[in-house]
């Protein structure tokens, strides 16, 4: 490897230097400043940006590197993730002068929403066009015609800025460099054409030069989109800082409670938080020695971007090993990965302030602080299925079924669908007295949901399956569930529609924080003639979970005396709200290990703000099709179908619902019941 050799091809390097002519005149061609020299030259922060400060740029040390990244020809990605208040945006603006001013690149930013990127352009984009000196003499004669919310242009150069939420906002532009700022706060998947690091890439698919740049906050995985592309860069550098005793470059790291090195403070001292986190120190990996947060900022100025393994380092914004520069057959993607404690910001009290209380509302259930300290203080994303600690699938208990019959509990039988794109799995459950249940089928019909032949076996099963107890009575599913949620929303009104809009029912939860279980409506929609039903899910997932551990090893509920019954059920023995599973064997093989996983699969999650948020590790249709069982009881307990299950007063301390005060001979229950061919 030799240092002199370029990254470009041939076109490439004469595309951009035909640039430089063109802007220059002919005359003789200046190389390019590198990104931190310019700013420092050129940038202005105005008081409106809010910044740490206003008036001319000043890179602190591991900026430096950074701004040289992005304006360097040699990378063709940077991907930075980092934590908040890095200064990024103003970065990002810097690049903006750069292009305009001096390299003649025109230039696409994406924000994730139209009215992000409205308050950005006034808060930063105007501000700089206005303040920034270099881009006066740039500025056209009918200037007001060219400066608008979405595009800005100047002689030899054009800036769109757009959000990030829409496809055609993705379509019909071009340009040299593409940055999409706070990405990882942009949808999954736009408009169902992919996400926004993909689409913004089309854009410069043209430019010889093309570049992308990604920065962004992190999120919580996997659907972090930051994350997903710093671990496809090529390098992902840290910025290292010397220790002030030893010297060994080290990257300035938080801690656990635990470890002897990185931030740490005097766990053992009793008193405020504030004086508490006046103890926080730095202690270095090799030697121990404790700095404060004064030393390690000026530490800085030794600072280097390296790889973990310090083999790779940042200079002018090209990658080294040793003194020479590392060449490939093609420009590298770089990957940049810092947290809060490199910003002059942000002190070591500051954190541990934080950190003390967030850890003590993590143990408490609420992970909102933690979270929020993760993501957007240690710069790292947030791993959900590391918090969940969900109830332990192997203590459910099981019991044999009289053979060929259901138990003779069952007075009313449900049955409910999830759709998924490749299968509709259902589960029926009956229900009794005081809203005991019982299991009774599981199924899955595999195929593609966007065609009619698994849904017509799904009509199939519905129709023709019935139960019968022992005493003979005969069980025809009473009430039928459809999850109308998701793309299948019309095929589900049509499917309801078609077989008894009375008997089945679309099914659309929202999350009902301290409402009844369901909202049934009191006449079927006009537009689809169906009785779409708003379930409230965090009432009835409550439900659901807390009537789960009635049915665990060591949770069992105490079975109430015959004198607690109502006279009408004085010969049965009751548990309210109990939960019965078959044993698995013949005619209930899905009733499996991966079902009583999916049963336990959601935990219930406070929001800093106090909103609950249910939280999935894995796959959870069955804990779903169970709550919308559920629903279906209660929706056959409105006037409508007149059930009474006389529900377990225990829900009262969750939902709240009003009293009722009907009664049902329930030895009358699957005796009527016309069957529905």
């Not at 829409?166 to 992919?194: K, L, M, W």
């Not at 590392?326 to 990965?337: P, T």
């Not at 919308?628 to 409508?640: D, H, K, S, V, W």
């Amino acid at each position: 490897m030799t240092e002199n050799v370029p990254l470009l091809s041939d076109i490439q390097r004469e595309a951009i230097f035909g640039a430089y002519r063109r802007a220059n005149k002919g005359s003789k061609i200046k190389k390019p400043s590198l990104g931190n020299t310019f700013a420092e030259k050129h940038f202005y922060i105005s008081p409106e940006a809010k910044g740490e400060y206003t008036g001319a740029w000043q890179s602190r040390p591991w900026q430096a590197e950074i701004l040289n990244v992005m304006a360097s020809f040699q990378n063709k990605e940077l991907s930075w993730r980092k934590a908040s208040r890095m200064g990024a945006s103003k970065m990002m603006c810097a690049l903006i002068c750069q292009c305009a001013a001096e390299l003649n690149l025109n230039v696409i930013m994406y924000q994730p929403t139209d009215d992000a990127m409205d308050r950005f352009v006034k808060s930063e984009i105007d501000p700089m066009f206005r303040d920034v000196k270099i881009l006066q003499s740039l500025k056209l004669s009918n200037s007001k015609k060219y400066d608008t919310m979405s595009l800005k242009q100047l002689r030899g150069f054009m800036l769109h800025l757009l959000g990030g939420a829409t496809p055609d906002n993705y379509r019909s532009r071009s340009a040299d460099i593409v940055i999409t700022d706070e990405c990882s706060a942009f949808g999954q998947d736009i408009g169902g054409e992919g996400d926004s690091r993909a689409l913004s890439r089309t854009r410069i698919t043209e430019s010889p030069f093309g570049k992308q740049i990604n920065g962004s906050s992190p999120k919580s995985l996997p659907n972090c989109l930051i994350s997903r592309a710093l671990a496809e860069m090529d390098f992902v550098f840290k910025f290292h800082l010397p220790c002030p005793s030893c010297g060994v470059l080290q990257y300035m790291d938080y801690f656990d409670d635990s470890d002897e090195v990185g931030i740490i403070y005097d766990h053992k001292k009793s008193g405020k938080i504030a004086e508490i986190a006046a103890t926080a120190r730095y202690a270095c990996v090799e030697c121990k020695a404790h700095h404060s947060y004064g030393e390690m900022i000026n530490a800085q100025v030794g600072g280097k971007w390296m790889t973990d393994d310090g083999q790779f380092y940042i200079k002018g914004g090209l990658v080294y090993s040793g003194r020479n520069r590392v060449d490939g057959d093609d420009r590298w993607n770089i990957g940049m990965d810092s947290n809060s404690l490199i910003s002059p910001a942000f002190t070591f009290s500051d954190y541990v302030s934080e950190y003390i209380p967030a850890k003590r509302r993590y143990g408490e259930g609420s992970v909102g602080p933690m979270k929020t300290l993760v993501n957007n203080r240690k710069g790292l994303p947030w791993e959900e299925s590391d918090t969940i600690q969900t109830m332990d699938h192997k203590l459910f208990m099981t019991e044999p079924y009289p053979e060929g019959f259901v138990p003779e509990g069952v007075m009313a039988v449900f049955s409910a669908a999830d759709i998924q794109g490749d299968r509709i799995e259902v589960g029926t459950v009956g229900y009794g007295a005081r809203e005991e249940s019982w299991w009774l089928d599981y199924q899955v019909f595999p195929g593609d949901t966007n065609k009619h032949e698994v849904w017509q076996r799904l009509e199939d099963y519905w129709h023709e399956k019935q139960f019968t107890t022992p005493s003979g009575r005969k069980l025809d599913i009473f009430l039928h569930g459809i999850d109308h949620g998701g793309h299948w929303s019309g095929t589900v009104e049509r499917f309801c529609k078609t077989n008894d809009a009375s008997r089945f029912i679309p099914l659309k939860g929202r999350l009902g924080h301290n409402k009844d279980v369901v909202d049934f409506p009191r006449a079927p929609s006009k537009q689809t003639g169906c009785w779409l039903t708003m379930i409230n899910t965090d009432t009835t997932k409550q439900i659901v979970q807390k009537r789960m551990t009635y049915s665990m090893h060591g949770t069992e509920k105490k079975v109430l005396d015959h004198d607690q019954i109502d006279d009408d059920l004085a010969e049965m023995t009751v548990q309210p709200g109990r939960m019965h599973f078959p044993s698995y064997g013949p005619g209930y093989e899905l009733f499996n290990e991966s079902f009583y996983k999916q049963m336990v699969s959601e935990v219930r999650l406070l929001k800093p703000s106090g909103v609950p948020e249910w939280v999935a590790n894995g796959r959870n249709e069955v804990f779903d099709i169970a709550s919308m069982n559920l629903a279906l009881c209660r929706i056959a307990q409105t006037p409508r179908y007149g059930l009474d299950f006389d529900v377990d007063v225990s829900d009262q301390v969750i939902a709240n619902p009003k009293s009722r005060h009907r009664k049902y001979d329930f030895s009358q229950i699957g005796t009527g019941l016309n069957r529905r061919r």
